[in-house]
């Protein structure tokens, strides 16, 4: 299994690097999403009840970060449909003696991709003057927990990429993403949201993860335990949804 | 004169025939703002609480966004539509027949003009059942809609340049975040006299987008400002303007390549 994960990793991200249409949307949205809240909305830090000793550049990059960590788990979805829709898929499946590794191969590039745009918004933002209350134990705890987010993202778009086998699914993988990402408190706090968004918002998974990562990199942190089992639970949910979706694929031959 | 309206007529209507047999061309362009609109103008709420933000109702100031990224989207559809056109061969066998230049290229924006439209009407008719008031009435209503085309117009043009410069549908996809880039640097999100960083203010005051978005939200928060009006419109004809100079440019050097 280990041989095709990391067989089928280093495929992909050569080509993703031999692909810079490939490589760029996905590097380029979490940048232009980072310049444009942290540059545009930083007055919302005035409205009362606004409570975030970091600034508003750091509260931002935290939803920016779990965005791209997501987005780039679906956008590693496209190139699994896109393989399956191509005859490669077929070829890995015939290939592969441990069919499970298919999906930690795609997985792990996931994971690699989504490191050097973190790395790249990382150092962005520090350049735009983001201030950092967290230290270096929570730092880490808030970018695993980002990592673990790419890791959902990726099950997700791989179960529907291995059940729809085409590219045309790319908007049943991105849209629930999109949506679960921006029904919650994005550019303020979930207190200062009001009606029927705050009800959803209290409800939404990502609040969780998002206010977990927040309070990290404040150095105040809150909801830790919670984030992290939900956000592990979703994994283990999803990688189910991944296994049956490449059995499947497997059925569909 | 008239064989010209005949052959614009018959490429206008193939392109907006085309859109429309292709639901995954235009269904996203239309419920992606709106899903924007409804998350955002909630989600964005507080900024109300601002002291000198110009409304209560975020709605009411986000709606022009809705418009502008239809209109966007607008450019995808033109531009694709017309390098598929070119990777075909269409566009070779076409300059086999007496269709002229301005014809192909008026002609092929049709189709997104056509559902910048629809767009455009669609996005009014939800912000007045959501309860928005448009402060310069009815006729202000109409000049939005004719503002929002004009824009679906200039993008989808721009669109059309862009086709026949690349060549190729991923060359036009490709330039969509450049593009977007220019929507999310305006101000969108907040008026510019609330922006607070220096930087992204003088971005939002030197991006042509800001002021389309501005002369929309000057028909609905304040009534009839000519200043804002002469600002939108200007930038949305020179932008018509230009990028069918460079379309029809491109053109020229495209047929003569081929």
Do not use: N
């Given at each position: 299994m280990i041989d095709v994960a990391f067989g089928l990793a280093r495929r992909q991200i050569t080509v993703l690097f031999k692909n810079p249409s490939l490589f760029l949307p996905p590097m380029l949205f979490p940048l232009m999403n980072f310049m444009a809240f942290a540059?545009?909305?930083?007055?919302?830090?005035?409205?009362?009840?606004?409570?975030?000793?970091?600034g508003y550049t750091a509260f931002t990059f935290v939803f920016v970060l779990l965005q791209s960590a997501m987005f780039g788990g679906v956008f590693a979805g496209f190139g699994i449909a896109r393989d399956f829709e191509y005859g490669f898929g077929r070829r890995l499946l015939v290939s592969a003696?441990?069919?499970?590794g298919i999906i930690v191969g795609y997985a792990i590039s996931a994971m690699a991709r989504w490191a050097l745009i973190a790395g790249v918004l990382t150092v962005v933002a520090l350049a735009f003057g983001m201030r950092i209350g967290g230290n270096g134990v929570e730092l880490f705890g808030m970018y695993g927990l980002a990592l673990i987010a790419n890791v959902i993202g990726l099950l997700w778009a791989c179960g529907v990429a291995m059940r729809?086998?085409?590219?045309?699914?790319g908007p049943l993988m991105q849209t629930p993403v999109f949506l679960l990402l921006f029904l919650s408190p994005v550019y303020v706090p979930l207190a200062l949201l009001q009606g029927w968004i705050h009800a959803v918002a209290r409800l939404n998974p990502v609040t969780l993860l998002l206010e977990a990562g927040r309070g990290l990199i404040d150095g105040r942190p809150t909801e830790l335990a919670g984030a992290f089992v939900v956000a592990i639970g979703l994994v283990l949910l999803f990688a189910v949804w991944a296994r049956t979706g490449l059995a499947r694929a497997e059925r569909a031959g | 004169m008239r064989a010209l309206g005949y052959q614009i007529g018959l490429i206008a209507r193939r392109s907006l025939i085309r859109t429309a047999r292709q639901p995954g061309t235009w269904i996203p362009p239309l419920t992606f703002p709106l899903m924007l609109m409804v998350v955002n103008s909630n989600g964005l709420?507080?900024?109300?609480?601002?002291?000198?933000?110009?409304?209560?109702s975020f709605l009411a100031f986000f709606i022009p966004f809705s418009f502008l990224q239809g209109a966007l989207f607008a450019s995808g559809i033109a531009g694709t539509d017309l390098a598929r056109d070119v990777d075909t061969g269409f566009l070779n066998r076409l300059a086999?027949?007496?269709?002229?230049g301005a014809a192909l290229l008026i002609g092929q924006i049709g189709g997104a003009v056509g559902l910048g439209s629809f767009q455009a009407l669609v996005y009014l008719a939800i912000a007045l059942l959501a309860?928005?008031?448009?402060?310069?009435g009815a006729g202000g209503a109409l000049l939005i809609l004719v503002l929002a085309v004009l824009v679906a117009t200039g993008f989808g043009t721009l669109g059309l340049f862009i086709a026949l410069k690349t060549g190729s549908g991923e060359g036009v996809q490709s330039t969509f975040p450049l593009l977007f880039f220019l929507l999310l640097i305006s101000s969108m999100n907040l008026p510019r006299n609330l922006i607070e960083v220096g930087w992204f203010r003088v971005l939002a005051t030197l991006n042509p987008v800001s002021y389309m978005i501005e002369a929309i939200r000057s028909l609905v928060l304040?009534?009839?400002?000519a200043q804002a009006l002469a600002l939108g419109f200007g930038f949305t004809l020179a932008l018509i303007g230009i990028s069918l100079l460079l379309a029809a440019r491109q053109l020229r050097i495209r047929m003569a390549r081929t």
């Open positions: 540059g545009g909305l930083s007055r919302l830090r005035h409205v009362p009840g606004f409570e975030f000793r970091s003696p441990h069919r499970s729809f086998r085409s590219v045309q699914a | 709420r507080a900024a109300t609480h601002l002291p000198g933000f110009p409304t209560k086999l027949t007496p269709v002229r309860g928005v008031h448009i402060a310069a304040v009534g009839w400002d």
